[in-house]
């Protein structure tokens, strides 16, 4: 994703004709142009976590909405900030959710993730913060090495380093053993 040069178009405020004394609005093209990946990836990512279609969507969209209130200091980074907002959102979605349905009917709980969520979700929790960081924006955001580095303020190597401990690591709190080719 190229962002280097800003483009942006004026637009007429809604109502109004050209030439009148209307406040121009710009919208910045590279936005409308990457706003279907950056969607893309937020979905995935809140899918991933939420595991449902219609609260995904909803965690994208809000991301997205972010993404454009603040996208004259995101651009360069978009991508890991939008992954990163995403996931963010959708823990605040799933424990907003958990807690209203305890409060509502404690005992009609309706099924959480499934077995295999909940015991990434343990491995994960069991990692250090930047390990965590690093294994999920790499491997659930699926974000190139580069963009993590960039979005975690460290270098590329440090990246690769937290990916290998980290992934060791998980390997040995789920009881999995590397397949050798």
Not at 17 to 42: H, K, M, N, Q
């Amino acid at each position: 994703m190229s962002v280097a040069t800003e483009a942006a178009k004026p637009v007429v405020g809604q109502g109004e004709e050209p030439g009148t004394s209307a406040i121009p609005v710009t919208i910045d093209l590279v936005f409308e142009e990457s706003f279907e990946e950056l969607y893309a990836r937020a979905y995935g990512m809140a899918y991933q976590l939420l595991g449902r279609r219609t609260e995904a969507e909803d965690v994208a969209q809000e991301t997205l909405a972010r993404a454009f209130v603040h996208w004259r200091k995101i651009r360069s980074y978009a991508e890991a900030w939008v992954v990163r907002v995403a996931g963010n959102l959708a823990i605040d979605s799933w424990r907003r959710n958990r807690r209203l349905q305890h409060e509502e009917a404690p005992e009609a709980l309706t099924p959480g993730p499934d077995a295999a969520r909940v015991d990434l979700h343990r491995a994960l929790h069991g990692l250090s913060r930047r390990q965590r960081e690093v294994l999920v924006l790499r491997f659930l955001a699926d974000l190139p090495e580069a963009d993590v580095a960039k979005a975690l303020g460290c270098s590329a190597g440090s990246v690769k380093v937290h990916a290998s401990r980290g992934l060791a690591a998980l390997r040995v709190s789920m009881g999995v053993t590397p397949e050798v080719a």
